[in-house]
């Protein structure tokens, strides 16, 4: 086909689309956002001719180019004519392969005019070419196309000054990855210039390239990948730009190219080639498609050989690696580049070390830069983690944060620190250093002191005069190391070299370490042969001698000095004393001074550590004796209230939904004092340390119960335990020589020695506790009245109620202000919970004897000891009966399941309304009987109970047939209450004989 017949083609194609109005032609070429993006696709047709050379004349109406490339065939006529059927379009390596490129030229022109070859013609309306005449002087080895400003809507001026910016603009973008062109040329008017560029081949894979412009050089250093798509070979490549030492630079972000730039960013520091399948304009790419994605595959093959390479060249240093992708990205590409260095870095060595070379990951050591990195270095600090080398000290400039964070957070480098190398430091390693490096360390420490006070106790730190390493404190945390003072000691001092610079000094004043005094000798050399020589009892007169050089240096010193003294030995279980008739050495706020009362107080009490008398002759007269915390009277401890649970209740009076506790008094060895017999003497004794406390407004005879009620918190108070003994012994005199307890004594009747006229009024107040005796209850007894206490009187009150209820149903009514009776009852929570089991302790029952008997009132010499049945009406008997037996069936279900290899099982007489048996469950084994159980409820925790005469009769027919062991008697105290208990009684019928059980009330037929 010649050019006059395909003109004619075009004209029919270009008729048939204005009829159909067909304007793709038009829409194609205007396709690029850049109005300039021509001259790339002029570029590239010179690429694709395999030009090595272009040149571009800009003039004010139009813009001439030329290369050397091939000439125009007719082929090329046809395609550069058309749309869709660029003759490369089977071609993935060359450029223009959707045949739109040279579209382009229309957005500026509406006749390029191409002489090439034996073929000179025009383009108009996009795809018809003209035959037109040649150039003069035209050369058949070059290509001209010349594009006349002929666009009627386009400023000419604004078109021209836009070619002339991009011209003077052109350098590595448009030759950089251009396999064939090597120069580019341009001139406008006057001004000309160009870029060429010079190759080198390094290897197969590695070129160096130099691009030289008329007014600078840059050079390049370009890597390469060979891969096949459908059995065409392509390439991908790499360029990092080169300084003028031939170091890797930063070449800024750029987009990615595709010969020529797109606007697709990477956010690399160096830049990126391969022929990806883009979109019509070559500015865009679908990274998904499946050609694509085998591209970016061999883009990250071809970084890891680079980073490979550069390894096994020694030329990947700190500052090269920087370059590479080391962080998150959030291009595609540059993503998958990011995920290769973290594969790469871990799986092969090349992470720069300190000694030249590279290493993995695991085996590198990194300090954080507050250290001395030069001083950790030389000592070989990284042998103590088990690694072979360091990083490479480039790593800690600030500009490479990024790569310490990439080491740190993706490749697992630990940073260390201070207080990794005191954890991991050992003897054996701190022996083999200096005298001068200990120091330096210590300089070290001073820097970072808040890491060095946890191992002060445990590390080996302090280095002494005779080379040995030692904490620097004790496991009590006290300094045990001292400066040397620069003369002969006997105290473990540091070696002089390591505590010289100001550093050292610095961080050693802080932990407290100092050149040793008075108080230091006393601490090193005599506290402790004190606190051995008290161990013994042979080597009292040793322990004395010391104690008086103690007191010779404490007398010679100055106050301030003095009482530092104190202090160490108020800390120091150092004084000798006596505990269970044995030496011992203890503090001296633990010890009892062996005066004359408190040795009376104790006396047989050997639980108390009191003071050796002999050392008391050594200190009574000194005044160290006197400044030490010495307990010269008996001493008050707060317990917990001792009052129990129905003592509480009393005093609440309110729903409790929380008990707070409270506080009481006991008073060390007052219990087992008023156990014995007490005299004048003893009686002074109690009284003057009672009084003593009292006037320091300890009252110490009043305890504090607290709780919470929904509304509100609460505080009542009762006697203390200190109280309530004092007040129930015998022990204080009258002016007659005469005991009595002080409920029995008035105060103008006690003994002129206890110098009770001359007490303050309010210790008075706080005696008053102790109830004594007044005018008005001497006058009532003389009438006969008994005088009872407000608990006495509350339970006689509730006595009163019960009575003619209790007359009502038949029942027995006995007074007895020791034992409640129950007007009401509310369990306060459900009987299957867990048992609490008290085992039963007998005591023995002596009878009274009650010959000689007067009469007495109803309530004269009512004896504790003798108890009486409780007033409960039946209704409410029943219920505390019914809770506690299914209390006792929940403890007897848990013992049968405890022991289910053994077949237990137990039978409930009273579920099964079998009544009147003589007992409530039977524990059983198959159809064996072993034990018969009879459950008695009780609501409170007081010690009597009802049996009946089945119950008893069946227990004694037990007895004599030698089985008294089956039956038993569960009580059950303080039923319907979470502080509930199970007491066990067996075989009561032989308790009874043996005399552990009394008989309240017995009732005999006959």
């Not at 090329?76 to 869709?84: H, K, L, P, R």
């Not at 970072?448 to 040995?468: C, F, I, K, P, W």
């Not at 108070?717 to 029995?744: A, M, N, R």
Request: hydrophobic share 35%; proline share 4%; charged share 25%.
């Amino acid at each position: 086909m010649s050019i006059a017949e395909l003109t004619q083609k075009r004209l029919s194609h270009v008729e048939s689309c204005k009829l159909n109005g067909d304007n793709s032609h038009r829409i194609i070429a205007n396709l690029y956002s850049d109005s300039t993006h021509f001259l790339y696709e002029l570029l590239q047709n010179a690429q694709d001719a395999e030009a090595t050379s272009v040149s571009f004349e800009l003039y004010s109406d139009r813009l001439e180019t030329s290369h050397n490339g091939r000439a125009f065939s007719f082929t090329d006529v046809e395609s550069i004519t058309t749309i869709g059927s660029s003759t490369k379009s089977n071609e993935p390596n060359k450029i223009g392969k959707f045949g739109a490129g040279f579209k382009s030229v229309f957005s500026i022109t509406d006749t390029p005019h191409i002489y090439s070859g034996t073929y000179n013609f025009k383009i108009s309306d996009y795809i018809i070419p003209e035959t037109i005449d040649p150039l003069e002087n035209q050369s058949d080895e070059r290509t001209s196309v010349i594009l006349p400003f002929d666009r009627a809507e386009i400023d000419a001026k604004t078109l021209y000054d836009s070619i002339a910016k991009r011209l003077r603009s052109i350098g590595k973008e448009e030759l950089l990855f251009l396999s064939n062109l090597c120069r580019i040329g341009w001139k406008i008017g006057d001004e000309a210039g160009y870029v060429k560029k010079a190759t080198d081949e390094a290897s197969e894979t590695r070129s160096l390239i130099t691009l030289e412009t008329h007014n600078k050089t840059e050079r390049f250093e370009l890597y390469r990948r060979g891969f096949t798509i459908e059995n065409k070979l392509l390439e991908c490549k790499i360029a990092f730009a080169l300084n003028a030492d031939g170091r890797y630079v930063s070449i800024g972000t750029n987009p990615l190219y595709v010969f020529f730039p797109t606007v697709v960013p990477t956010n690399l520091q160096f830049l990126v080639h391969a022929p990806y399948k883009t979109t019509p304009n070559r500015e865009t790419m679908n990274f998904s498609d499946p050609q694509n994605q085998t591209i970016t595959d061999n883009i990250i093959e071809l970084y890891k050989s680079v980073l490979k390479d550069m390894a096994e060249r020694k030329v990947l240093d700190v500052e090269t690696m920087g370059l590479f992708p080391l962080s998150s990205q959030s291009g595609e590409l540059s993503q998958k580049l990011f995920e290769a260095s973290v594969f790469l870095f871990k799986t092969h060595p090349l992470i720069p070390t300190q000694e030249g070379g590279y290493a993995l990951p695991s085996s590198l050591f990194s300090l954080n830069a507050e250290l001395d990195l030069e001083f950790f270095y030389e000592s070989q600090i990284h042998t103590l983690f088990e690694k072979t080398t360091w990083i490479n000290e480039a790593f800690y400039k600030p500009i490479h944060l990024v790569l310490k964070r990439f080491l740190n957070s993706y490749l697992g480098v630990m940073e260390y620190k201070l207080n990794d190398i005191l954890h991991n430091i050992t003897e054996e390693y701190l022996v083999q250093q200096s005298n001068g490096w200990m120091g330096t360390l210590y300089d070290q420490f001073d820097k970072a002191r808040h890491h060095v006070n946890l191992y002060l106790s445990t590390r080996l730190l302090a280095r002494l005069e005779d080379g040995r390493q030692i904490p620097f404190k004790s496991q009590k945390e006290e300094v045990q190391v001292y400066i040397h003072p620069g003369i002969s000691t006997g105290f473990q001092c540091l070696h002089p070299d390591a505590t010289a610079s100001t550093g050292a000094k610095s961080f050693l004043n802080s932990i407290g370490v100092k050149t040793p005094d008075i108080i230091d000798e006393i601490k090193e050399f005599i506290l402790p042969v004190l606190i051995t020589l008290s161990k013994d009892s042979d080597s009292t007169e040793k322990y004395l001698q010391g104690m008086k050089t103690l007191l010779q240096l404490y007398h010679e010193s100055e106050p301030s000095n003095q009482t530092r003294i104190v202090e160490l030995i108020k800390t120091s279980a150092c004084i000798l004393s006596v505990h269970k008739g044995e030496s011992k050495a203890a503090r001296s706020q633990d010890i009892y001074l062996p005066t004359e009362p408190l040795k009376r107080w104790f006396i047989g009490d050997t639980s108390i550590t009191m003071m050796d008398g002999a050392l008391w002759a050594v200190l009574s007269s000194s005044d160290l004796g006197t400044s030490l915390p010495f307990q010269t009277r008996p001493v008050i401890q707060t317990i917990a209230p001792h009052i129990d649970a129905i003592q509480k209740e009393r005093l609440r009076h309110t729903p409790s939904i929380a008990d707070r506790g409270g506080d009481d008094f006991s008073w060390e060895g007052l219990e087992y004092l008023l156990s014995t017999s007490i005299d004048k003497e003893l009686s002074l004794i109690i009284w003057n340390f009672l009084i003593s406390y009292l006037e320091e407004k300890k009252n110490i005879l009043r305890g504090y119960y607290r709780w919470q009620s929904p509304s509100n918190n609460h505080e009542k108070e009762f006697d203390s335990k200190i109280c309530v003994l004092l007040k129930q012994t015998t022990w204080l005199y009258d002016h007659d020589g005469d005991t009595y307890k002080p409920t029995e004594l008035k105060p103008d009747a006690l003994m002129e020695e206890y110098g009770y006229d001359s007490l303050s009024i309010d210790v008075k107040e706080s005696l008053a506790l102790l109830s004594f005796k007044t005018d008005a209850i001497e006058e009532l007894e003389k009438q006969g009245y008994k005088i009872i206490t407000p608990d006495e009187a509350e339970a006689f009150e509730t006595f009163k109620k019960l009575q003619q209820q209790a007359i009502e149903e038949e029942e027995p009514v006995m007074w007895n202000p020791a034992s409640p009776n129950i007007a009401a009852w509310v369990s306060d929570t459900d009987p299957d919970m867990k048992t609490d089991i008290e085992t039963y302790e007998p005591k023995q029952k002596k009878p009274k004897d009650l010959r000689n008997q007067t009469s007495q009132s109803f309530f004269d010499d009512y004896d504790e000891e003798e108890l009486y049945i409780p007033v409960i009406p039946k209704s409410i008997r029943k219920a505390i009966g019914e809770w506690s037996e299914r209390y006792v069936y929940r403890y007897l279900q848990d013992f049968c399941e405890q022991n289910a290899d053994k077949g237990y099982h137990v039978r409930w007489m009273n579920e099964e309304k079998n009544l009147g048996w003589g007992y409530d469950f039977v524990l059983m084994k198959g159809e064996k009987e072993l034990r018969y159980i009879e459950v008695k409820g009780r609501a409170s925790n007081t010690g009597e109970i009802e049996i009946s005469k089945t119950q008893w009769e069946f227990a004694k027919f037990l007895y004599d047939k030698n089985e008294g062991d089956k039956y038993s008697i569960f009580i059950v105290q303080n039923a319907g209450k979470s502080y509930a208990k199970l007491i066990p009684i067996n075989n009561p019928v032989k308790m009874w004989l043996d005399g552990n059980l009394s008989m309240l009330k017995i009732e005999l037929s006959y």
